[in-house]
């Protein structure tokens, strides 16, 4: 969420910020709704005085006086006033926080021009995504592919998108799991193992909410949602709390089954391992003073990087556009790798910088040891990475001719063998 006075006096600021990432907004009709709330607000706080002199105007009379019969009246009148504008004062602050959630953060400086996905900038690789791989083909049509990854008996238990894992299929993904928390703990990151539904005022806290997309699944009639990223329960760790200062930056990591509904997806998007509703992911998650936001965004990619970096991937680094940003970032980097069987590029990470968006909706702050005054954190997430792509990037890439797939030297270790075969 902005900041209310930002939005009152700099509104074009705004504008342009919506403009740039190619949203739809009433933006008027939110300062309509700030202007009706402030006036309400007035009227109130006017009421409240009336209330309060009559009081002690009447603590001045005798009772039983004309005047004090008088000042009687006069109060109940005001208190039945009073009571009916709270009450529209309660009522106009429910719409305009409403209309608050709908304006979208704003986009840093550096954040490019674009409408469209293929407006992204690529400001890195890594890796010869052309190398000759003569075996390689789309990992779904790997002879042996459904004996390790079974889809149509998901599809059957569940629905489309939902498969079982069956024996080295479900060792290697959990190898990539295992692989993925032990180097972010290297890195500094702390292991947290959160509950995988929240409830709407933490999905509302990190943006999720309104769900724009339609991606998230939610529960009746407990009203929880299933997590489509565990940035969610990670951020709302601190919501409603005050950090010290010098505990920042703090760092978090968390291992969840994530579950979206990926509405509109279509195509090759959704063959094989590329776009599930249910998928492993490890979210890397940082509460940040907003001095040093930015520096952490990069370290934050950069760790991603050698993730891939060891897993001995092929990948490019994406510097998003303005429209194709995302409704709450202020600055996102995607991290591609390269899919040899495919020939296209397959999205395993998203490295965000929400500066105070996520930490003003749910009130994370930090106190200032310069004015002793609590300030809003900045937030900060990324995929640390994504298990799907990244299986499906190191069985095409690895596929040799003999129909076994070559694992990168630090993740057999976990896997418990070099080679992963299908027969």
């Known amino acids: 969420m902005l900041d209310p006075k930002l939005i009152r006096e700099s509104p074009e600021l705004v504008r342009a910020a919506i403009a740039k990432k190619h949203l739809s907004v009433d933006l008027d009709a939110v300062l309509a709704l700030d202007s009706a709330w402030r006036a309400l607000i007035q009227e109130v706080e006017q009421l409240r005085g009336r209330q309060k002199s009559a009081n002690a105007e009447m603590a001045g009379l005798p009772k039983g006086s004309p005047e004090f019969v008088s000042k009687v009246q006069e109060m109940r009148a005001v208190s039945s006033q009073l009571k009916e504008r709270e009450g529209e004062l309660k009522a106009s602050e429910l719409r305009l926080r409403a209309g608050m959630l709908e304006i979208p953060n704003l986009p840093h400086a550096s954040v490019p021009e674009g409408r469209t996905p293929e407006e992204n900038q690529v400001i890195g690789t890594h890796g ?6 003569p075996a390689a083909v789309a990992h779904w049509d790997i002879p042996g592919f459904e004996r390790l990854f079974d889809f149509a008996r998901g599809a059957k238990v569940t629905g489309a998108g939902f498969p079982f894992y069956i024996g080295d299929g479900a060792r290697i993904a959990r190898a990539l799991i295992n692989f993925f928390l032990e180097e972010n703990g290297r890195a500094g990151f702390t292991e947290v193992s959160p509950p995988v539904f929240v409830n709407a005022e933490s999905a509302t806290a990190t943006g999720a909410l309104p769900d724009k997309e339609g991606q998230m699944y939610e529960t009746t009639p407990d009203g929880l949602y299933a997590v489509p990223t565990a940035e969610i329960p990670l951020t709302n760790f601190y919501r ?17 089954p994530c579950f979206r509904r990926e509405a509109g997806s279509y195509g090759k998007d959704v063959r094989g391992l590329n776009r599930l509703h249910q998928f492993d992911k490890v979210e890397l998650l940082k509460w940040v003073h907003p001095s040093s936001s930015y520096d952490e965004l990069e370290s934050l990619r950069i760790h991603a990087e050698y993730l891939l970096r060891k897993l001995e991937l092929p990948y490019r680094v994406l510097l998003m556009c ?13 991290l591609e790798v390269w899919a040899a069987g495919q020939k296209r590029w397959l999205e395993v990470s998203s490295c965000s910088n929400f500066e105070t968006f996520q930490a003003r909706r749910a009130q994370i702050r930090f106190r200032s040891k310069e004015t002793g005054r609590p300030e809003l954190v900045h937030t900060l997430n990324g995929s640390g990475l994504a298990t799907p792509r990244v299986l499906a990037a190191l069985l095409e890439n690895g596929l040799e001719p003999d129909g076994r797939v070559r694992l990168p030297e630090a993740l057999a270790p976990y896997f418990g063998r070099s080679h992963l075969a299908f027969a």
Do not use: H, M, N, W
Not at 128 to 133: C, G, K, Y
Not at 240 to 256: H, K, M, N, Q
């Open 128 to 133: 010869d995504a052309q190398a000759s791989r």
């Open 240 to 256: 409603d709390e005050i950090l010290d200062e010098s505990a920042l930056p703090v760092r978090r990591c968390a291992y969840t």
């Open 322 to 334: 303005g429209g194709d940003l995302g409704f709450a970032q202020a600055k996102k980097y995607d």
